[in-house]
């Protein structure tokens, strides 16, 4: 094990969690900066919506993009090492060896994914910090990965996770604006697009999608949350900050035209209301439990003897709080605050 090659990586990505780069960027640097430190043949990276744990961003190293089959296999499937599982456990990382007993032929997903391309090691990470998942990422290669390569990922995790945090609300400008009305779009029972409105377009742009809506392959956004409602029957929300820096929602739910579900699923994507995000951003500029109730009622409108009544607190000690948010969120009126999480800035 190259002891030197991880404390360089250890260093390098204590040096991004500063950086506040948007997504893409960080998903490059950290690749670069743990092929080294953790070797293999291919990995996959994903940002996700913390609330939901629905991957919203995606990264794929030295592999095919993601398909319908590996959102329903990989990310959702009640596997060994579900990132589900790795997000609540004691220690955020796990080798897929292990977790089988050394019978990878278990899982299903070495079975459909991993062995028919000689892929015999895979090593799993959740970026969690104070208890709230915001990325993770699976590293692959012929031969397997040791238990001290587990724990550096281990060690790095919540590192990388501060850095998804952060990127999670790096707003970006000069994107397209997204169209005030709703898109939807609606898919098959063969997971094949079945309709969709004209506002649409403007919708996928936002989402960074160039193609043609009927004939390429959607962004995986949108085909990982049409798996969750297709494997579990039941609606899913996912929030992200669009090309333009706006917060987009996309919601999807099973849809039927008679009494059964046929398995069909409806998409729609629309700008996302101020009290969703709120959770959201106020979490990753790391305010406490108490800071993130104080700041949703800010955002109800509610001033500060309203909010000491509702908190029972003191107007004083309402205060104290009010400037310790406004210092985290770099702002320094309830106005700038109320602004600040409604662009994600």
């Not at 952060?166 to 779009?185: D, E, M, Q």
């Not at 960074?208 to 809506?213: N, P, R």
């Amino acid at each position: 094990m190259n002891h030197a090659a991880q404390f360089r990586a250890y260093d390098r990505v204590v040096s991004l969690t500063d950086a506040k780069l948007p997504l893409a960027e960080l998903f490059d640097e950290a690749q670069q900066v743990l092929r080294r430190a953790i070797s293999r043949d291919s990995s996959c990276w994903h940002a996700m919506d913390p609330a939901t744990l629905i991957e919203t961003r995606y990264s794929a190293e030295r592999m095919p993009a993601p398909t319908a089959q590996i959102a329903e296999i990989a990310y959702l499937y009640d596997d060994f090492n579900s990132f589900g599982t790795l997000f609540k456990a004691p220690r955020h990382s796990g080798v897929l060896s292990e977790a089988t007993g050394g019978d990878l032929r278990k899982s299903r997903r070495y079975r459909e994914l991993l062995e028919p391309v000689g892929m015999t090691g895979e090593l799993r990470t959740a970026f969690v910090v104070d208890g709230v998942a915001w990325g993770c990422v699976s590293f692959f290669r012929q031969g397997d990965f040791t238990p001290e390569e587990r724990d550096f990922a281990n060690v790095i995790a919540p590192l990388l996770g501060l850095c998804f945090r952060s990127a999670g609300i790096h707003a970006r400008s000069g994107g397209p604006g997204a169209n005030l009305w709703p898109g939807v779009l609606v898919f098959d029972e063969r997971r094949q697009l079945e309709s969709h409105t004209p506002s649409t377009a403007g919708w996928l742009a936002e989402l960074g999608f160039e193609g043609s809506i009927t004939r390429d392959r959607l962004p995986y956004k949108v085909v990982s949350i049409v798996e969750r409602v297709r494997i579990t029957g039941r609606e899913a929300t996912a929030r992200m900050l669009g090309e333009s820096g706006r917060w987009i929602q996309i919601h999807a739910a099973p849809a039927s035209t008679g009494d059964t579900w046929d398995h069909r699923v409806a998409v729609v994507l629309q700008t996302a209301a101020v009290p969703s995000v709120a959770p959201l951003v106020s979490a990753a500029y790391g305010l406490t439990p108490r800071e993130r109730e104080l700041t949703e009622l800010v955002l109800q409108g509610n001033d500060t003897r309203e909010i000491a009544g509702r908190l029972h607190l003191s107007p004083h000690t309402v205060q104290s709080h009010l400037k310790s948010i406004f210092a985290k969120v770099g702002v320094r009126s309830r106005r700038e605050l109320v602004g600040r999480i409604a662009q994600g800035r």
